[in-house]
């Protein structure tokens, strides 16, 4: 099952003074992230290409990635929650325009506003309650609207939508400068879902024919001009995880994840490996502990033989399956079939990088990159590669 010997091994020099004792070592590669903005950017043409960064930048860090997009000339980002919104002005400025996916929380408009965060209003109790702070601080302030076109998650619904458009003292009161909606199914292009919603979403922002329009997430944005209308919202792409569910990954690697080589030990034939003994070795065995586990984000899911695995980590230039059960803080791999001068206590072996992407990772648990980047943990050392000179465009 393993997949064999590649020519081009990633060298992996440790830095000099390596904070990370034991533990493994996270590498963000900012000029990546901004490669791929670029690349997104020039796809949408004259669209505006905003930048995905909830959840922390999917887990890359927030405000590394969003100052080093800001610094490429990105300039309109979106979180999911305001705390997030909060975080990311207080390192970025007044310039950046900050908009809030989970909408207005109750109660909470003066915050946005004390932050200059622009809520994604996603239904008619959001609208009325901003348009009521708007009023009562006499300013009208920048928000979005949210419609949904099928996804029946977050957005007003097509009645509502026409309700909102046909209310001038609602509309009048706040300063809507974005009306969006989100794809169910772009991650598949030939979905006949995403052309159903692309000409619901038409009708719906006719309704509102001075404000610009937003529909396509990663997948939206490379799957044709007709998704981009006026701003397009890449998450996943600019991390380097594949838009697509079934297409190669038109995107560049963003990051890499060595664990530690905790030591090294022999099995006889017969003998089993870690929790629940699911591994059983078929011949005299080697095996690498490597120091890295669940509560990195290395998901229990990846233990033998996973999903549509095993899982795989490259250690020597080879690539070793994962073995047995994923415990807290290491995992098993069988290193029988790599040379032993590779394999040594305190050699790093990839387990994300440019041989075992995020999506191959994916796969084998089972999920997909998002979760993946999501989950990576708080005990690695990041570093992150600057962007560099050619950043600012
Ligand atoms: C998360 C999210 C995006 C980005 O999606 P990707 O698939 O990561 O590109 C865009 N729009 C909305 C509303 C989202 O929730």
């Given at each position: 099952m393993s997949k064999g010997t590649v020519s081009e091994v990633h060298a992996f020099t440790p830095p000099p003074e390596d904070p990370a004792r034991a533990g493994g070592i996270l590498t963000i590669d900012l000029g990546q992230v901004v490669a791929n903005w670029r690349h997104l950017k020039e796809k949408a043409a004259s669209a505006i290409c905003a930048a995905v960064v909830k959840a922390d930048a999917y887990g890359l860090g927030a405000v590394p990635v969003a100052q080093a997009l800001f610094d490429a000339g990105c300039r309109h980002f979106f979180v999911a929650l305001p705390q997030e919104g909060a975080h990311l002005r207080a390192a970025l400025g007044a310039e950046a325009k900050i908009w809030v996916l989970n909408g207005l929380l109750p109660g909470e408009a003066a915050f946005y506003a004390d932050h200059g965060l622009r809520p994604v209003l996603s239904s008619l109790p959001e609208v009325t309650e901003w348009a009521a702070f708007c009023r009562m601080r006499e300013m009208r302030l920048p928000a979005a609207v949210h419609v949904d076109t099928g996804m029946n998650r977050l957005g007003l619904n097509l009645d509502e939508a026409h309700r909102l458009a046909g209310d001038r003292d609602l509309l009048g009161a706040c300063r809507l400068e974005l009306v969006m909606s989100h794809l169910a199914?772009?991650?598949?292009?030939?979905?006949?879902?995403?052309?159903?919603?692309?000409?619901?979403?038409?009708?719906?922002?006719?309704?509102?024919?001075?404000?610009?329009?937003?529909?396509?997430?990663?997948?939206?944005?490379?799957?044709?001009?007709?998704?981009?209308?006026?701003?397009?919202?890449?998450?996943?792409?600019?991390?380097?995880g594949n838009p697509f569910s079934d297409r190669p990954n038109p995107m560049r690697a963003v990051v890499s994840l060595y664990a530690p080589v905790l030591m090294v030990r022999r099995l006889r034939k017969g003998e089993t490996v870690g929790y629940g003994a699911t591994w059983r070795a078929e011949r005299p065995s080697r095996v690498a502990v490597l120091g890295l586990g669940y509560a990195d984000g290395y998901l229990r899911s990846l233990s033998w033989p996973a999903r549509n695995g095993p899982a795989q980590v490259m250690i020597g230039g080879h690539y070793a399956p994962v073995i047995g059960r994923v415990s807290m803080d290491s995992i098993c791999v069988d290193v029988t079939d790599v040379p032993e001068d590779f394999v040594e206590r305190g050699v790093r072996a990839e387990v994300l990088g440019p041989n075992v992407t995020v999506d191959e990772v994916a796969k084998w648990a089972g999920t997909i990159s998002y979760e993946i980047l999501t989950s990576l943990g708080g005990r690695y050392t990041r570093l992150y590669v600057p962007a560099g000179n050619g950043a600012r465009s």
């Open positions: 199914c772009a991650d598949e292009p030939g979905d006949p879902m995403n052309e159903r919603q692309r000409e619901t979403f038409a009708e719906i922002r006719a309704l509102f024919p001075d404000v610009p329009a937003s529909l396509a997430n990663s997948a939206g944005t490379l799957i044709g001009s007709a998704y981009h209308f006026d701003m397009v919202r890449p998450g996943i792409a600019l991390y380097g």
